[in-house]
Every structure is written in C-alpha cells, then in structure tokens.
C-alpha cells in the first residue's frame, strides 16, 4: 500500500511539479555468502576463462535486510563477450530435486556468472536474465565475479538489483540506505556505463565465517614440512632436468648476443633496446636457482631415504652382530658407543622377538683396547662374511 502510495504521490513530479517529501523504500541489504559458495564460484569462473560461465545460488532470505548464501552449483551455460545464454531450466530442476535428497533444501536466492578479466557489472542480456529471476521473486541476487582480477586476500565480486523502470519515471529516488554495516564497492567508471545506478544498483557483501571454517580455510593449501622432502619420479625429474638445461642454453645464447649488441648501440637507444623484449639475464638467474634447489631437494630426499629407510631392511636381513658392524662403521665414538649398542638391542629385538644380548661392558671396558681391531676389521678389503666372523669373537651371541 505505501509503494502504491508513493507511485500516485510522485505521478504529480512527472507532471512537472515538485513531488512531495515521502520516505523512500529502504533497501540497506546485506548478502552473507559463506566460504564453501565463494571457493565454489572463484574455482567455477577460473575453470572456465576464457568463456563467461554462470550457476545458481542457494539460500534463503532470512529477513528484509539480510540474503544468506550457503552454497551454489554451476549450470552448463557458457558465453563469450559479455553475456551468458539462458537458464536451463530442466537442470535447474533436476539439480534441485537432487539436492533435497542430499539433504540441501535451501531455495534458490538468484545467480551468479563471470566476468574474466573486465570487471563487475551487468550487460543488457545480463539485466534480462535478472527480470527472469526478480519475475520469480523481487529479492533476488545477481552477482558477478571476476576470477581474473581477483587475487589471494581481495576479490573482485559484486551484487546487483535492478531498479524498477516506473520509479525512475516518476521521479523518485530509486534506493536509499540506512545502515552502516559493510561497505559498497566503489563503482568503476565501466560499471557506471554500462547502467550502474540507472538499472541496477549494488548490495553490499559481507562474509560470515564460524570457527569451523576459519580452521578450514587456514588448513586449505597448508605445507607440511615433509612436502620438502617428497621425492618426484625420476623420470620426470630427468626430463625436467634436460628441459630446463636446454632453455639455459638458449637463454645463454640470447644474452650473449644481447651483451654484443649493447656495446653496439647508442646510449640513447640502449634505455630502449629492451622495452617488451625478453630478458635473457633474469630467466637464466630463475632457471639456475630452480634447477639448483630442485636438484638438491631430490638428492636430499634420495639421501634419507636411503639411511633411514635402507638401514631398517639391513638390518632385518643381516641379523645382530651384522647389526653392530653397520652402526659403528659410520665411524665410532668412545661417547656414543653405548647409543649405538642400546639401537642393535631394539632393532634385533622388534624384528626377532627375542632381547639380543649385547653387553654394554664392551663399550665402557673392552672397547678402548679392541678399537683398533676392530676397525682394522671393518676395513679389510674382504667380503662381508670375514668381517662379521672376526667381530664375533668379541661379541656375544644371541639368545635363540
């Protein structure tokens, strides 16, 4: 009643004279678009540059001044320009029924479509679009997201309404707002071209998040420490290797050529020899840092590896006096003797079952006197057999 009030209050300013002073419709809304439904649209419009790429947004609308976004799905419409095709209405049928069994029976609050690389607005088939949708329910959202623009802590999204034709006829002021909550996006001069504030306006956006999703959103693309250390397959390493060399050369070559012609050139077509030219320089300094770390990353990995991983399978295949000989041939230490014996004893007993029988007077009495034998013997020049019959004589057998 007081929008037809105001319809037939205004009918005097189309007529030439002033209309009279009445409260205009407020329209301080906020759309809240959770985490799940922003990833889902950023992941949607990047997968799809360079074609435009629409879905629908699911929700509800909680009050007169608050739109809840919970989550979207996409639609199989593309476009290229600035406009998508029509809604689909058969899948957006199927889809909902299918959501209501997974137990997802928001309603549709309106739509969202791409715009990769120029900006947030709505084109004429845009605005159509929209009629479609607000025919259906006058609150609904048209938002617009651009995933080229949009980079890591700021994204480039907007929400947008349109303005009822027969307002702006009458004269009246098509919005007006009275909340401070939020913040309008400042509009572009494109968007401002294109009808901004003459056929649709903005919403303000916010972004509630619980602590559920804020530990989600930190654990989203998280390193471990171990991720240093994952060793690559080596037959793409290898191919990575003479890939990345070869562009070495080529690059040398350049700036090899590129040094020669500087001591050709003038000073004062040097400061623009290499404007939208390649810079040989700076990619070989990339390439050499990126195969150095890459090589000594996988060496390291392939170095671990073998120490902590190979040790244990020695181990259980040479028994414990073999045992012995491989941890004290990294070179023996009067100090950590004791450590090292104390790591046979668990290793023989996690594979055999039985504690092995290694006294630890050897290493406090009898290993000052029997060093020198006994790396005289782990450096025989012979097989491994005659090694670990010479260490036996000093070392006690296991208990079977």
Not at 144 to 172: C, E, H, W, Y
Not at 272 to 292: F, P, T, W, Y
Not at 293 to 298: F, K, L, M, T
Not at 370 to 386: C, L, R
Request: charged letters at 20%; aromatic letters at 8%; glycine letters at 6%.
């Amino acid at each position: 009643m007081e929008r037809l009030q105001r319809m037939f209050a205004g009918a005097g300013g189309a007529l030439g004279h002033p209309p009279p002073d009445s409260p205009t419709l407020d329209s301080s809304e906020q759309v809240y678009i959770s985490s799940l439904a922003l990833l889902k649209m950023l992941k949607h419009g990047r997968a799809g540059v360079p074609m435009e790429v629409m879905g629908l947004m699911l929700g509800e609308f909680v009050d007169e001044y608050t739109v809840r976004v919970v989550d979207v799905f996409a639609m199989p419409q593309s476009g290229t320009g600035v406009s998508v095709e029509a809604v689909d209405h058969v899948f957006q049928t199927n889809m909902l029924d299918m959501l209501k069994q997974t137990g997802r029976p928001e309603m549709v609050v309106g739509w969202y479509h791409s715009h990769p690389g120029f900006g947030c607005w709505l084109s004429g088939v845009d605005i159509n679009t929209q009629q479609s949708f607000e025919a259906l329910n006058q609150r609904a959202v048209a938002v617009v997201v651009d995933p080229i623009q949009s980079v890591k802590g700021k994204v480039v999204i907007d929400a947008f309404r349109l303005i009822n034709p027969q307002t702006m006829m009458l004269g009246q002021e098509p919005r007006q707002t009275t909340s401070n909550l939020g913040h309008l996006n400042k509009p572009s001069i494109q968007a401002l071209i294109h009808g901004l504030n003459r056929h649709y306006y903005s919403i303000a956006i916010n972004y509630r998040k619980n602590e559920l999703e804020e530990k989600m959103l930190l654990n989203l693309h998280k390193k471990k420490w171990t991720d240093g250390l994952t060793l690559r397959h080596f037959d793409t390493h290898s191919k990575t290797n003479e890939q990345t060399v070869q562009e070495m050369l080529n690059l040398a070559i350049k700036y090899n050529k590129a040094v020669q012609e500087e001591d050709e050139l003038p000073p004062e077509k040097l400061a623009i020899a290499n404007v939208g030219r390649q810079d040989a320089k700076k990619h070989l300094e990339e390439h050499v840092s990126n195969l150095m770390s890459s090589n000594i990353v996988q060496t390291l990995g392939m170095m671990l590896d073998t120490i902590f991983f190979g040790r244990a399978e020695k181990v259980k295949k040479r028994g414990f006096v073999a045992t012995l000989w491989y941890f004290l041939k990294s070179g023996p230490n009067e100090i950590d003797v004791e450590w090292k014996l104390s790591q046979c004893k668990k290793q023989v007993t996690a594979y055999t079952g039985n504690a092995a029988d290694l006294s630890l007077s050897f290493s406090t009495k009898k290993w000052p006197v029997q060093k020198q034998t006994i790396m005289e013997a782990m450096d025989m020049n012979n097989d491994v057999k005659p090694r670990m019959s010479f260490l036996g004589r000093y070392l006690p057998k296991s208990r079977s």
